[in-house]
């Protein structure tokens, strides 16, 4: 079956990653997933940022976790994706909209509107200083979309075995991806996490341990990260893989296409 092409905090290899640009280019390559990071900002906001530092994306000193909401919206999440823009004549004026930061809350806003199905997988960051408030946070949030029921076109995903449980006191209808990053955590995870909950070991543990993938596609789904390029995404298919998580949603696309076409 085909996997479900899931772009990796947008359009990543090419946009600035987690902006509304990078979302907007991967659902315009035909991406049917987003993923995103999550962090609480001081002032309780949900926001797509993957590193507790602002200074590689935002190009400033401080921490998500300790700026406000309106002090993230001065920065610029976008300029460092395009370091010598400024020197090139012929570089296309970027829309300073689709670069600021991007609340999680737009970014559901955006996927409600669409005209077609996309689903989310949101991944909640961990360690953080708040903790299991970003759980609670985040399932209130799902709940104002009605969206923390079976069904909905959002899961949510965490390397912190901890934080998914709590999702699921929160949240028992919503699909659960327990990421994994080192085989040596396998022993242990299979006995702990739930019956239904996916497994989302990075394409590092495939290629090194791809029995021990095929081991977690026996009895659950499986979504791998980070899928990019043609050698990857065969070794995902041969596992049966459900869906693929990559920088490149466009190319994945078209590969997949080129295949179907190829077999008809
Ligand atoms: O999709 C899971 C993957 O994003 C986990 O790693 O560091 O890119 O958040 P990271
Ligand atoms: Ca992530």
Redo the contacts with the bound molecule.
């Keep these: 079956m085909r996997p479900q092409v899931v772009a990796?905090?947008g359009a990543s290899a090419t946009e600035a990653e987690h902006t509304l640009g990078a979302y907007l280019a991967a659902l315009d390559e035909g991406a049917e997933g987003l993923?995103c990071?999550v962090r609480l900002t001081a002032d309780g906001h949900l926001v797509c940022v993957?590193d507790r530092s602002l200074r590689r994306t935002g190009s400033s000193a401080g921490l998500v976790s300790t700026s406000d909401l309106a002090d993230l919206a001065e920065l610029d999440f976008a300029t460092w994706k395009r370091p010598w823009a400024d020197l090139d004549d012929e570089a296309e004026e970027p829309d300073e909209d689709m670069g600021r930061v991007l609340t999680l809350r737009k970014l559901l806003e955006t996927v409600a509107d669409y005209d077609r199905r996309v689903e989310v997988a949101i991944?909640t960051k961990h360690p953080t200083r708040y903790g299991g408030l970003v759980e609670r946070r985040l399932v209130d949030l799902l709940r104002n979309f009605g969206w923390h029921r079976a069904g909905a076109p959002v899961r949510v995903m965490s390397f912190s075995f901890t934080a998914l449980q709590r999702v699921e006191r929160h949240a028992p209808e919503m699909q659960l991806v327990q990421l994994v990053e080192r085989a040596s955590y396998w022993p242990m995870l299979r006995r702990a996490v739930g019956r239904e909950w996916t497994m989302g070991p990075g394409i590092k543990l495939v290629r090194e341990h791809p029995e021990i993938v095929e081991r977690m596609a026996r009895h659950r789904d499986v979504h791998v990260w980070t899928v990019n390029n043609e050698e990857d995404l065969q070794r995902c298919l041969d596992l049966g893989v459900k869906a693929v998580i990559t920088d490149r949603p466009g190319h994945l696309v078209d590969l997949l296409d080129r295949r179907e076409r190829d077999d008809q």
Excluded: G, T
């Design positions: 990796h905090r993923e990071d993957h991944e």
